[in-house]
């Protein structure tokens, strides 16, 4: 019969109690495909592997601790090596990743790196997915031979837990039988009411009533030992459904707990054969272990029947039923980095980490030297006992400051560049100097950061800055001329005042000329040295000067009548006239009246022509006929 077991279980192979062993931790050769690849500065390779594939042959009952990897390589100035890992569960779920690079090697020619990882917990290879590789090499780099390795044991395997005739129970074996009866022989013409059971052979057969057998025993009572934690189980039989035996027929195994409950079910349905007895195999591995101090029984429950209802026993057989537990022991005691939970796991872990790397704590032994060793490598100026302290100090120094010694190599090119201008670095000797003067005094050297603008401010306005070559003399003009400078303290004041009157100071832009429109008229500006003046007269009569607003107005209305203004022409004459008395007054003739319109009539014509006689005399001062003439003159003057 076959069976689905790997040749490296370790099987118990007697019949008295089921001892545990110890499971040893296994270490695999080099799984990679391709171990012996050469990749070069741009290139990579891949490499990957199914964990389960691979541990194949280490059994079906293989639980992996962890892995460990590595590779050789050769590096120089600029290169690098890229090791990027991964690790999947059955699922293509990530449980691990990490990438490393290196980037520098402590002396030339071959140098290797190795890694190491553990596993949470112990875990079958059936539920792990795959182990993927990326190595790459940038620059002047050569990655080769690498290997990956995985450490792993074998869980022990029970014998058969199933007892029968065939199969005898060993001592103490708590199990029991139940749902068939012994018979002689199958087929016949009686019985099939329940199944049958042959002592002979150890086969069950199956007759037309639907019948079911039942099996159990206690895990207990065949399997014992400290710290048993149970991983699996196998199980299976042989059965034969064809001919004129066959029928239904299915099969149930489970795994319970001491208080009953079921763990662990697994059902199959078992079709009609053709190559006569057929075996019937299954390996599982639980999701979790189960310490054996709470199990209780595993079981097996068969049910078949003849699907043509033939008396006698002519339905599907069934022989050598077997059951086998799959457990590990102990496993701390061999490997205490198999699981967190191990008592020395935090110890082991520990010294595993530190042999990978002696700065993983400062625990560590030899972390200070590597510390060291790692820090002066990094940096030769963190210690002074550092090697190539003083180089990696003269250069830096050199960096910082060119005049810091004669041996700088920039030496001689730094001091000539200071002498030529101190602000050229911070290290040249005058820097704080010449840094303070430009501060203050942005033209007092060409070298000075704000050199060019200062200029261009101090040509544009003498005012700008009071470093401005002309500013002393510009603000003693703004003394007496607010406006010679729009940076004048009074600038904008003197430019409102000149505004509202350009007679308010002496330096206002049309000052002068306001003065002289003074002189032929006091009432230009009300800042006119005659104005008040001026205002009074013309406001006592309007003809007491041309100049007076209605001056021209009140003239006219003397045309008309010379007496309404005392300074019309004519007024005292016509005062004298009219005031006369005459003593024809009252006894007018037609004549006397004729002479009064007529005389009327050349009273009314006069202004008018004064006015073409006005055109005739154009030659005349504007001002003198307008204001020193009378129509009465201009008529005159006309006449002559």
């Not at 299976?236 to 208080?259: P, V």
Request: charged residues 5%; hydrophobic residues 35%; neutral net charge.
């Amino acid at each position: 019969m076959t069976r689905l077991l790997g040749h490296l279980l370790i099987w118990v192979l007697m019949l008295g109690q089921a001892v545990p062993s110890q499971a040893q931790v296994t270490t695999s050769g080099n799984l990679v495909p391709t171990p012996n690849h050469w990749t070069t500065g741009g290139q990579s390779i891949t490499q990957s592997f199914a964990i389960n594939q691979a541990l194949a042959a280490s059994g079906s009952a293989v639980r992996v601790q962890g892995f460990d990897w590595g590779y050789q390589y050769s590096l120089d100035a600029g290169g690098s090596v890229t090791s990027a890992v991964s690790i999947t569960n059955a699922a293509s779920q990530s449980i691990y990743s990490n990438s490393y690079t290196q980037t520098d090697a402590p002396t030339n020619g071959v140098h290797s790196n190795s890694f190491s990882y553990n596993l949470a917990t112990a875990t079958p290879a059936a539920n792990l997915g795959s182990f993927n590789w990326l190595l790459s090499a940038q620059g002047a780099a050569v990655v080769f031979g690498s290997y990956s390795r995985a450490r792993y044991t074998v869980d022990s395997l029970s014998n058969n837990m199933v007892f029968t005739s065939v199969n005898p129970a060993p001592q103490g074996a708590s199990y029991s039988w139940s749902g068939f009866q012994i018979v002689n022989s199958f087929g016949g013409v009686s019985g099939g009411n329940i199944p049958g059971y042959k002592v002979a052979t150890g086969e069950f057969a199956f007759g037309y009533n639907q019948g079911t057998i039942n099996y159990a025993i206690a895990v207990n009572s065949v399997l014992s030992g400290s710290g048993i934690q149970v991983s699996g189980m196998q199980y299976g039989m042989e059965y034969y459904n064809q001919d004129f035996s066959r029928g239904t027929l299915s099969a149930t195994f489970s795994l319970k707990n001491s208080a009953g409950a079921t763990l662990q079910s697994y059902q199959h349905a078992l079709p009609q054969t053709t190559s006569g007895w057929t075996a019937f195999d299954y390996a599982k591995i639980f999701a979790t272990d189960y310490a054996l101090t709470g199990l209780g029984n595993a079981t097996m429950s068969i049910t078949g029947k003849d699907d043509r209802w033939w008396a006698g026993y002519y339905g599907p057989m069934v022989r050598n039923p077997y059951i086998r537990l799959t457990y590990i022991s102990d496993v701390c005691a061999v490997d205490p980095l198999s699981s967190p939970t191990c008592s020395g796991y935090a110890a082991a872990l520990f010294t595993q980490q530190c042999t990978a790397n002696p700065l993983y704590d400062a625990a560590c032994p030899g972390y200070a030297a590597a510390l060291f060793t790692q820090q002066c490598t990094a940096n030769p100026l963190s210690n002074p006992a550092c090697p190539g302290y003083a180089v990696a100090y003269q250069t830096q120094q050199c960096s910082i400051n060119p005049l810091y010694s004669e041996s700088c190599a920039n030496y001689q090119t730094a001091s000539s560049q200071c002498a030529a201008n101190p602000l050229t670095a911070s290290y040249c000797p005058n820097y704080q100097a010449a840094s303070s003067q430009c501060a203050a005094n942005p033209l007092s050297a060409a070298y000075c950061p704000g050199y060019q603008a200062a200029s261009l401010s101090c040509a544009a306005n003498s005012l700008s800055y009071s470093y401005c070559p002309g500013y002393q003399t510009a603000l003693t003009i703004c003394t007496s001329n607010p406006l010679s400078n729009s940076l004048c303290a009074g600038y904008q004041a003197a430019v409102t005042a000149c505004a509202s009157n350009s007679l308010s100071y002496g330096y206002c832009p049309g000052y002068q000329t306001a003065l002289a429109a003074c002189t032929t008229n006091p009432l230009s500006n009300t800042l006119c040295s005659g104005y008040n003046t001026a205002s009074q007269a013309c406001s006592t009569n309007q003809l007491t000067y041309s100049y007076c607003p209605d001056y021209k107005t009140t003239l006219a209305a003397c045309s008309t009548n010379s007496q309404s203004n005392s300074l019309c022409p004519g007024y005292s004459t016509t005062q004298a006239t009219g005031g006369a008395a005459n003593p024809l007054s009252s006894t007018k003739s037609t004549s006397d009246a004729t002479v009064s319109m007529a005389a009327r009539i050349f009273f009314m014509l006069i202004p008018l022509l004064s006015l073409i006689c006005l055109s005739k005399y154009i030659s005349f001062n504007y001002a003198v006929v307008i204001g020193t003439m009378s129509d009465y003159d201009i008529v005159a003057r006309c006449i002559l």
